[in-house]
């Protein structure tokens, strides 16, 4: 078995929002666990924390997509649904970096890649993902490398 403490972690918020009554809080734990069960079957594979990580932030950039779809059809009760959805799933993800530590990391990753174009924004952005992935928004982060190769 991966060694993974995100998925015991759910499955402890799982029981304890079905001991509290909580509905949509249980609705999109179990939700998660859908999903994660879903990429293991498909796969044949156990997930590990990176790989649930990457899964939440995925969750995460869906809801945020959905809330602004929702808000710009005039939907804001289906709106506000997504964004309680997203708020959930962001507490199991590790605290957010800061722009300045943002900035660190991918000033680290064009000097380690030696990059200097905006040819080579794969070869940073192979190295800074690993990094932020689940604490950072990569849109943001994409845009930032990308300014700074051109």
Do not use: C, H, W
Request: hydrophobic residues 40%; without cysteine.
């Amino acid at each position: 078995m991966a060694d993974s403490e995100l998925k015991p972690r759910i499955q402890n918020a799982v029981k304890q929002a079905m001991r509290a009554k909580e509905k949509e809080r249980l609705a999109t734990l179990r939700m998660m666990q859908a999903e994660f069960k879903r990429i293991e079957v498909d796969e044949r594979i156990e997930l590990d924390d990176a790989r649930v990580l990457a899964v939440l932030d995925k969750m995460i950039k869906q809801r945020r997509d959905s809330q602004t779809q929702y808000e710009d059809a005039g939907r804001p009760e289906l709106a506000e649904q997504e964004q309680k959805e997203a708020a959930i799933i962001a507490e199991f993800l590790p605290a957010a970096l800061t722009a300045e530590e943002i900035e660190a990391i991918i000033t680290k990753a064009i000097s380690d890649a030696g990059a200097s174009s905006a040819q080579e924004m794969g070869k940073v952005m192979a190295i800074v993902k690993p990094q932020i992935q689940g604490r950072g928004d990569m849109g943001q982060v994409s845009k930032l490398v990308k300014e700074r190769l051109s």
